[in-house]
């Protein structure tokens, strides 16, 4: 059985498929063989340590998902160079910041504008040695950066000596150093998480055989390979199962990238599955009343099959009639814009909600939620197929380690968690890994949360993001926000009310809903920033959201509401990588639209 990430590259690569990776050039993939993409890795390897590198060293990568990322990393896996993630999204000093902390010697930079944002903050690093650029384009005059096209010459060069990169890899332990991940975090600096080869692969073990990836499977990679959910289902176990992945040009390109892949399987966050529902649900308000029907039917006739999908058994005679028309008429062509091929979904980096899951098991995409930390790199549990409970993550990885329960319940109901797949500590970091990391060796995973007796995890919040009212109420924002992004008008909804006296919220219209519906009432508007400043629009938020706040305690329902203009953005700085609400930097940006909630006079109710 592989220990290290190095022992899983070349199992891997031993199956021999003629596109283990693939990228665009052009306009069509390009794929990568497993016996070219050992022959670069091994390449580039050699040339690093020819240029002085040494097992130990840590090499950061500043890069969007690309082959090069992969072949990196792998480089690294193998020669014992811990490699440093950083996410391309990250503005300069952020980027310093990760760069000096984790003492990296060498960072690989994707583009031109990625090199000029580590030179820019270059007299910060003085442990960095050496800049690489990915592309073959020109790099910043003066500036002393490599190539990688060269890098991979000159192991080209030195091709005799593969045999020594073998050796290398035959070297590394369960218990080495194998990626500093920095965690995004929505307060603070960022702390370097140490995640071991052991650490890793015991998830990668844990999960491929339960989540049934084929010799053959194809994904497209479009999360940031830098956040530990897309590096471990989307980058190691793909390869180690034998599936192809092929990366997106890009987050704008993903639809059309789908009809060109065609993948088996879809590695996505909540906010992803979020859109695609809010777009068929928009097409489908658009659409002619005849072709409503037919959907609502069509819905209607897969929730009656949900019970026996999410148990995997069969179901009436009557009820599977009505379920492959439904798909025949209406999920089929649905499915189709993902390329039609996806036999089901991987969700994780956030809760999804009850609602989503529904309606992508009615259509013929299960979908097989996660739960995890970059922490715990990163899975605890997940939904097995056949035990779907919407509102649950599924049963823990493991039932125990070393004799102690792998997950256990605190007194407060905050998630603890103990096993091979929890990380050493943070790099550099004593303070925060004591705070974290328990005499016992659990680690704390500051949610809060609860086992059934079928042994299945349900979260119901962040332990640091409960609101705590000024009567001193609890208020778990989490779920009544996923409640609230369900309704068709609401695109994103961030809860408001920590030692206030009630409970506020800010909403982001589903704008495309909100057009339409302005159309129909003759309420004119220049642009969206101007149709979200509409009294009328904030009334009619307002009336969604007392849909909600029926079935809410008292204390948690929503007393008033601002409207945001446009939507939060990763790009923006509102959303984390794995695009969660950052509320620090909303209750920071919007603080005026919160503090004037609360000097109005509250609505009565």
Not at 127 to 133: D, N, T
Not at 312 to 339: D, E, Y
Not at 579 to 597: S, T, Y
Request: net charge neutral; aromatic share 8%; hydrophobic share 45%.
């Amino acid at each position: 059985m592989v220990s290290t990430i190095a022992e899983l590259f070349y199992e891997a690569c031993s199956k021999g498929l003629p596109d283990a990776l693939a990228a665009k050039s052009g306009g069509t993939y390009v794929p990568i063989s497993h016996a070219e993409l050992i022959d670069r890795v091994e390449r580039l390897a050699l040339a690093l340590r020819a240029r002085g590198l040494q097992a130990g060293d840590h090499v950061a990568i500043v890069s969007e998902n690309r082959p090069e990322w992969a072949i990196l990393d792998y480089a690294c896996a193998l020669s014992g160079m811990p490699s440093v993630p950083i996410y391309p999204t990250l503005n300069g000093p952020q980027t310093s910041y990760v760069l000096r902390n984790s003492g990296a010697r060498w960072v690989f930079c994707s583009t031109a504008e990625q090199v000029q944002k580590v030179i820019g903050q270059k007299d910060e690093l003085p442990a960095l040695e050496g800049i690489v650029m990915m592309d073959d384009g020109r790099e910043p005059e003066g500036s002393g950066v490599l190539h990688w096209s060269r890098l991979l010459d000159e192991g080209q060069a030195m091709d005799g000596r593969r045999s020594e990169v073998r050796a290398w890899a035959a070297e590394r332990r369960a218990g080495d150093l194998l990626t500093l991940i920095y965690t995004s975090g929505t307060t603070g600096d960022p702390k370097g998480a140490m995640l071991t080869h052991g650490n890793v692969v015991s998830n990668i073990l844990a999960s491929v055989p339960v989540l049934d990836i084929r010799l053959g499977d194809r994904s497209l990679s479009f999360l940031p390979l830098s956040h530990i959910f897309e590096r471990m289902a989307g980058h190691y176990a793909l390869l180690y199962a034998g599936a192809s992945i092929y990366y997106a040009e890009s987050i704008a390109t993903v639809v059309a990238d789908l009809q060109l892949v065609r993948p088996t399987i879809l590695v996505a966050v909540p906010r992803i599955n979020e859109k695609i529902y809010a777009t068929v649900r928009d097409n489908v308000a658009g659409s002619s009343i005849v072709k409503r029907f037919i959907f609502h039917w069509a819905m209607l006739a897969g929730r009656l099959a949900l019970p026996f999908i999410y148990e995997n058994r069969p179901a009436p005679l009557w009820i599977r009639f009505q379920l492959w028309w439904s798909r025949h008429l209406v999920f089929n062509k649905i499915l189709a814009r993902t390329g039609g091929n996806l036999r089901f979904g991987v969700s994780g980096g956030a809760p999804l909600a009850g609602m989503l899951l529904e309606f992508f098991c009615c259509i013929g995409l299960p979908i097989i939620e996660g739960y995890g930390l970059t922490e715990t790199s990163p899975v605890i549990a997940f939904n097995r197929i056949g035990e779907i409970a919407p509102g649950k993550v599924g049963r823990p990885i493991y039932e125990e380690w070393e004799g102690k329960p792998f997950v256990r319940i605190a007194a407060d109901g905050e998630i603890l968690c103990r096993g091979p797949n929890v990380m050493l500590g943070y790099w550099k970091n004593t303070l925060a890994t004591a705070e974290a990391i328990d005499a016992e060796g659990y680690f704390h995973t500051g949610d809060i949360g609860e086992l059934d007796d079928l042994g299945r995890l349900k979260i119901t919040d962040r332990k640091k993001e409960i609101i705590v009212t000024s009567g001193g109420k609890n208020v778990a924002p989490q779920p009544i926000e996923e409640r609230l992004k369900t309704d068709k008008y609401i695109a994103q909804a961030v809860l408001i009310g920590d030692k206030r006296n009630f409970i506020t919220a800010l909403l982001v219209p589903n704008f495309a809903s909100m057009r339409r519906w302005a159309g129909l009432k003759g309420i004119a508007f220049a642009d969206d920033r101007d149709l979200a400043g509409k009294p009328e629009v904030k009334a009619k938020l307002m009336q969604r959201v007392e849909l909600a706040n029926a079935h809410l305690a008292n204390y948690e329902r929503i007393k008033k509401i601002a409207v945001l203009p446009a939507e939060l953005t990763l790009e923006g700085g509102q959303l984390t990588p794995s695009l969660k609400v950052k509320r620090r930097v909303v209750n920071q940006e919007f603080g005026h639209l919160i503090e004037a909630m609360y000097l109005e006079p509250k609505l009565p109710g």
